[in-house]
């Protein structure tokens, strides 16, 4: 395999993410296709990244996540996804964590395992799941988070229990706006910047804030370098998700995640899964649903998840639905840049910060029912 000599990931641009990028810089060797060097998987289970400092992911044994998560008792488990089943776990230093169990199908899932433990060693932003450690013991491939408490937005969205509040409008947002922060960081700060693949609902993960977080790296992959504007790679992904470009040619760009980006936007607009097959034909591929609505301004509203019962401002969501429809380009090009859609999404977070502060203080100062209802009582009593 002829490998690049050694790349560096660094910080592109330090003034504007001075906080979000740790400072180490560790030279990795990876393929033209962006595949990590065999070389480089040697040195995952040894020392490569363990004395980097507290916050870097550390080497544990499985005697060590197996007491963490009770012998990966069943009442520990938090979630499974195609590579494996996660675990809520407590390390012997107290700390929660989330532990992902492999399931090794032939090479492929370790090939994941050391792109996700290289990837989450090497990056570090905010809107970035942090990997606590990993363990590679004998046939065990372990991967180790925070633990994320409000678990994924897809459990925000889709299939809620009868008591659980829908997301309110600001808060979508509010997800939207730091997805897109991670992104942009693995599009712009990262060096050579890195192509997520695999955006989707089930990976966005949300602290008690709900502050989303981008997880699993394992398909994520070195973008182009020098005048490259692709990297051709087998198509992987999520169905759904897959930017019809990709899908058709493997050719992986930048673009391909904000196609990807534009699918979960529209599930925070709609309320609807990517695909879902419950749905009657013709509904069942969100996007497909969406594209008559989309291609028609005075349509967008009609879009809005019904859980939302009108309580959001009519402006922002068009402007959401617009910039939603930009993602969502057919062709490749058309589709924004990460850095304008950040602006765009902050700026729509900030209105509507500003529309619910008005909305609240309007309620406030309007006499509650029961207020109402006190002074009906005495009027009637004098
Ligand atoms: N760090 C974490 N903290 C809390 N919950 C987590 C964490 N990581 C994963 N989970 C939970 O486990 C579920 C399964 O995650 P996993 O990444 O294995 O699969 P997935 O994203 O649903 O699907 P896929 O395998 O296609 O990526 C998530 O949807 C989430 O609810
Ligand atoms: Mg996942």
């Known amino acids: 395999m002829r490998c690049f000599s050694c790349v560096k990931f660094c910080s592109k641009d330090v003034e504007n993410c001075d906080d979000d990028v740790a400072s180490n810089e560790v030279a990795v060797t990876v393929d033209e296709r962006g595949n990590v060097c065999k070389d480089v998987t040697d040195s995952i289970s040894g020392k490569m990244f363990s004395s980097q400092g507290a916050d870097v992911a550390h080497s544990l044994t499985f005697r060590e996540l197996a007491i963490a998560t009770q012998n990966f008792k069943d009442d520990n488990l938090i979630g499974e996804g195609g590579f494996g089943s996660v675990y809520k776990g407590r390390l012997?230093?107290?700390?929660?964590?989330?532990?992902?169990?492999?399931?090794?199908?032939?090479?492929?899932?370790?090939?994941?395992?050391?792109?996700?433990?290289?990837?989450?060693?090497?990056?570090?932003?905010?809107?970035?799941?942090?990997?606590?450690?990993?363990?590679?013991?004998?046939?065990?491939?372990?991967?180790?988070?925070?633990?994320?408490?409000?678990?994924?937005?897809?459990?925000?969205?889709?299939?809620?229990?009868?008591?659980?509040?829908?997301?309110?409008?600001?808060?979508?947002?509010?997800?939207?706006?730091?997805?897109?922060?991670?992104?942009?960081?693995?599009?712009?700060?990262?060096?050579?910047?890195v192509i997520y693949r695999d955006l989707k609902s089930s990976n966005i993960l949300l602290d008690n804030d709900f502050n989303p977080k981008l997880s699993d790296f394992g398909l994520a992959k070195l973008g182009p370098v020098g005048d490259n504007t692709h990297v051709s790679t087998r198509v992987m992904g999520t169905y759904g998700y897959c930017a019809p470009d990709?899908?058709?040619?493997?050719?992986?760009t930048i673009k391909s995640d904000i196609y990807s980006f534009g699918v979960v936007l529209l599930?925070?607009?709609?309320?609807?899964?990517?695909?879902?097959?419950?749905?009657?034909?013709?509904?069942?591929?969100?996007?497909?649903?969406?594209?008559?609505?989309?291609?028609?301004?005075?349509?967008?509203?009609?879009?809005?998840?019904?859980?939302?019962?009108?309580?959001?401002?009519?402006?922002?969501?068009?402007?959401?639905?617009?910039?939603?429809?930009?993602?969502?380009?057919?062709?490749?090009?058309?589709?924004?840049?990460?850095?304008?859609?950040?602006?765009?999404?902050?700026?729509?977070?900030?209105?509507?910060?500003?529309?619910?502060?008005?909305?609240?203080?309007?309620?406030?100062?309007?006499?509650?029912?029961?207020?109402?209802?006190?002074?009906?009582?005495?009027?009637?009593?004098?």
């Open 92 to 193: 012997e230093s107290g700390k929660i964590v989330a532990v992902k169990q492999l399931n090794l199908n032939g090479g492929q899932g370790n090939q994941e395992f050391i792109v996700e433990v290289l990837m989450l060693s090497l990056l570090r932003h905010s809107n970035l799941v942090t990997l606590t450690g990993y363990c590679a013991d004998g046939d065990q491939r372990l991967l180790v988070y925070e633990y994320m408490p409000l678990g994924s937005l897809e459990d925000h969205l889709f299939d809620l229990e009868p008591n659980q509040e829908p997301l309110d409008w600001h808060t979508r947002l509010k997800v939207a706006v730091g997805t897109a922060r991670g992104l942009e960081y693995l599009h712009c700060k990262a060096n050579p910047p």
């Open 267 to 382: 599930e925070l607009v709609t309320g609807r899964k990517a695909i879902d097959m419950t749905k009657k034909p013709g509904e069942q591929n969100l996007v497909s649903w969406a594209r008559p609505f989309l291609r028609d301004r005075k349509k967008f509203v009609q879009l809005v998840d019904p859980l939302l019962h009108g309580r959001f401002s009519a402006r922002s969501v068009h402007n959401m639905v617009a910039v939603t429809a930009m993602c969502l380009q057919e062709q490749a090009n058309f589709r924004p840049l990460i850095g304008d859609i950040v602006v765009a999404l902050e700026y729509l977070a900030s209105q509507a910060e500003t529309f619910e502060n008005h909305k609240r203080l309007t309620v406030d100062s309007q006499p509650s029912p029961s207020k109402q209802e006190e002074q009906h009582a005495r009027d009637q009593s004098t």
């Open 246 to 252: 990709y899908a058709m040619s493997g050719k992986l």
